[in-house]
């Protein structure tokens, strides 16, 4: 990829460890790009980091690094990670031939989305490999997921994020990254790739339900595509959508953690009843539903749905 005086290149980590080393820094534009609260979600805070460590994932995660053609100097300005799963409803029907004639699968997919994918594909590889994990988060009060503990082989790859720096999102970087997990999917043998979409305006509309959000369109266009622009760069691409995955991230924590995580105090709404628990609804910048808060136990309780979308890797 050229543009002007600048190349880029995509690494993985494997290739280029020293490039996720950078991005460690708490304070790269790529972490500062994501919400403070986000990185709170257990299975993003333990998991998401330790990708690019394991041998045998570190090739699933990309770094695009833009390189000065008249000084040589480079910087990252795109990233993204995914995971290798095993998906033992798509073997049942015969991997990516059988879904043709039965699509139902792709139902299938945990309601959990974002969560359960990151933390099947990390615990799956630690049982494959004989290893053991440094840290166990249980999801099953939530969501429970029996396919967490297999070992076959991986027949499926998630994406996990894509990150591309603010000042670089309209040189195609992040369709880069995705053909990169579309390429590194079908030379593993594959069957598809599966997205758990945050979808980046919906922040602008807390209090529309996410069903709905996802049927708007864009207006003054004659193409049927999504209002949402990073939804709508997939569907571009040729991804299709499965489902909402209503649980996909959790945040829980006092009003003091969250007014930390928010770098200011949240306004209070209206008080209504939940399973006899008292609480108010509370939205937030960068929060795609408003916060529930608990006042009598003092917990705010984050639940965050994505959407499922798929890539045929057929094309």
Same mark, same amino acid.
């Given at each position: 990829m050229?543009?002007?005086?600048?190349?880029?290149?995509?690494? +993985?980590?494997?290739?280029?460890?020293?490039?996720?080393?950078?991005?460690?820094?708490?304070?790269?534009?790529?972490?500062?790009?994501?919400?403070?609260?986000?990185?709170?979600?257990?299975?993003?805070?333990?998991?998401?980091?330790?990708?690019?460590?394991?041998? !045998?994932? /570190?090739?699933?995660?990309?770094?695009?690094?833009?390189?000065?053609? +008249?000084?040589?100097?480079?910087?990252?300005? /795109?990233?993204?990670?995914?995971?290798?799963?095993?998906?033992?409803?798509?073997?049942?029907? !015969?991997?990516?031939?059988?879904?043709? +004639?039965?699509p139902?699968?792709?139902?299938?997919?945990?309601?959990?989305?974002?969560?359960?994918?990151?933390?099947?594909?990390?615990?799956?590889?630690?049982?494959?490999? %004989?290893?053991?994990?440094?840290?166990?988060?249980?999801?099953?009060?939530?969501?429970h997921?029996?396919?967490?503990?297999?070992t076959?082989?991986?027949?499926?790859?998630?994406a996990?994020?894509? +990150?591309?720096?603010?000042?670089?999102?309209?040189?195609g970087?992040?369709?880069?990254?995705?053909?990169?997990?579309?390429?590194i /999917?079908?030379?593993?043998?594959?069957?598809?790739?599966?997205?758990?979409?945050?979808?980046?305006?919906?922040?602008?509309?807390?209090?529309?339900?996410?069903?709905?959000?996802?049927?708007?369109?864009?207006?003054?266009?004659?193409?049927?595509?999504?209002?949402?622009?990073?939804?709508?760069?997939?569907?571009?691409? %040729?991804?299709?959508?499965?489902?909402?995955?209503?649980?996909?991230?959790?945040?829980?924590?006092?009003?003091?953690?969250?007014?930390?995580?928010?770098?200011?105090s949240?306004?209070?709404g209206?008080?209504?009843?939940?399973?006899?628990?008292?609480?108010s609804?509370?939205?937030?910048?960068? !929060?795609?539903?408003?916060?529930?808060?608990?006042?009598?136990?003092?917990?705010?309780?984050?639940?965050?749905?994505?959407?499922?979308?798929?890539?045929?890797?057929?094309?």
């Amino acid at each position: 990829m050229k543009s002007t005086n600048r190349q880029y290149h995509i690494h +993985t980590a494997n290739s280029r460890p020293d490039l996720w080393e950078v991005l460690e820094d708490a304070q790269h534009p790529l972490r500062t790009s994501w919400p403070l609260f986000l990185g709170q979600d257990a299975p993003c805070k333990h998991y998401s980091s330790k990708l690019a460590k394991y041998y !045998g994932l /570190a090739e699933f995660q990309f770094a695009i690094v833009e390189q000065d053609a +008249t000084t040589d100097k480079e910087t990252i300005v /795109a990233c993204a990670r995914s995971i290798p799963f095993y998906w033992p409803e798509l073997d049942h029907v !015969g991997g990516r031939a059988g879904l043709e +004639t039965n699509p139902e699968i792709l139902q299938s997919l945990p309601n959990g989305g974002y969560d359960t994918i990151l933390t099947r594909g990390v615990q799956q590889y630690l049982a494959r490999n %004989g290893l053991s994990p440094s840290i166990t988060i249980d999801l099953d009060e939530y969501d429970h997921d029996e396919a967490r503990p297999r070992t076959e082989p991986p027949n499926a790859l998630s994406a996990i994020s894509i +990150t591309v720096h603010p000042d670089r999102r309209s040189l195609g970087l992040a369709e880069a990254l995705i053909q990169a997990m579309k390429q590194i /999917a079908k030379s593993k043998n594959l069957d598809i790739l599966v997205v758990p979409l945050r979808p980046t305006r919906k922040s602008e509309y807390p209090f529309v339900k996410m069903d709905e959000y996802i049927t708007w369109r864009q207006p003054g266009s004659d193409l049927d595509l999504p209002f949402d622009p990073w939804l709508r760069k997939h569907v571009r691409l %040729g991804a299709r959508v499965i489902k909402v995955a209503w649980n996909s991230m959790r945040v829980d924590g006092n009003m003091a953690e969250w007014e930390h995580w928010m770098d200011g105090s949240l306004k209070l709404g209206k008080l209504g009843v939940n399973s006899d628990h008292v609480y108010s609804e509370v939205s937030f910048p960068g !929060g795609l539903v408003p916060l529930q808060f608990y006042p009598l136990r003092d917990r705010c309780v984050y639940v965050e749905p994505n959407v499922w979308i798929y890539h045929d890797l057929a094309f």
